[in-house]
């Protein structure tokens, strides 16, 4: 697994010799893009530790459960990676993060030996907070009726997330793969409460944008789960190694008009003299500029790319 130190959280990276308080407060889910939705059931989890001065615990799984078990031959592109969504939970306050490693042997666990074995053995959790639709165990035959059964003996408390919540959670999930894939960052970003982002390694490109005076950072995507956005040209932040951070528009997909149809990312840093070769670098996207369009020669393209670098300069003057 990735090693990442976000401030004040625990990260848990297996669960053997796990030692956390008694006094735990417990949820589990994937808590894809940590966005509103999400930030509301979060935000229960460490209200509740706060009254019993206790600690707040998200259990995740790694990899996702459908990257395991999905035979569908769809993938599921993901909002955050590990280290995003690390980051996030901490930023939301929560003092524990367990990353547990998802396979097919956990998958193969009865549904009473998920919550003896794993959640009571390892956590002793004093509250559950989970919600009605919550599945778990073999087969996902586990529910909300068998953990009440377990409440009912004291074994823990189970607080219950409003079914309105979680539908809230699930729905902005979708539909906000579903804005990005669209390039409707706006409303993505609006969804997520932050710009939504990316990272990846500048490598060598054919260096033709140079050519007409507009240098590209080509960028190879890291993680191959993180969801890219639809084909566009957008307005984005370049966030550097260094922590430094540039205005920029991204080219993302084909370049019709030089008859290449494979998928190319790269951004035009405004103002930036330098070389990038093998930095990793932060793509933070702010709006979409346009479709991909061709172009009938290289003079008419670099007329639309003045067009577009200047559309960005005035949308970062305008926020100040």
Known sequence: MHSFTPDF????????NIFISEKSVVTVGSFDGVHGGHRKILSRLTEISNEIQGCSVVITFFP?????????????????TLEEKAA?????????LVLVNFNERFSEMSPEEYIEQFLV?????????????????????????????????GIFKLEEIPAHELKEATISSTLIRKKILEGDIDEANQLLGYPYRFSGLVVEG?????????????IKINDTTKLIPGFGVYIVIVKLENGSEYRAMMHLGD?????????????????????????EITVILMGKLRDIVQFSDLEALKTQLLLDRERTARYFSDLT
């Open 206 to 218: 054919n260096k033709l944008g140079r050519t007409i005076g507009f240098p590209t950072a080509n």
């Open 255 to 279: 370049r019709p008009s030089i008859n290449d149809s494979s998928r190319s990312i790269e951004v035009h840093i405004l103002g930036f003299e330098g070389d990038l070769y093998g930095q």
């Open 64 to 80: 996702h459960p459908r990257h395991v078990l999905s035979h569908s031959g769809s993938p599921l592109f993901l909002l955050n």
């Open 121 to 153: 053995a390892k956590f002793h959790p004093h509250t559950l907070v989970i919600g009605h639709d919550h599945r778990y165990g073999k087969e996902r035959k586990g529910g909300f009726e068998l953990m009440e059964q377990y409440a009912e003996r």
């Open 9 to 16: 959280m625990i990260i848990h990276k297996n669960t053997e």
């Open 88 to 96: 996030r939970l901490s930023e939301a306050g929560i003092d524990h």
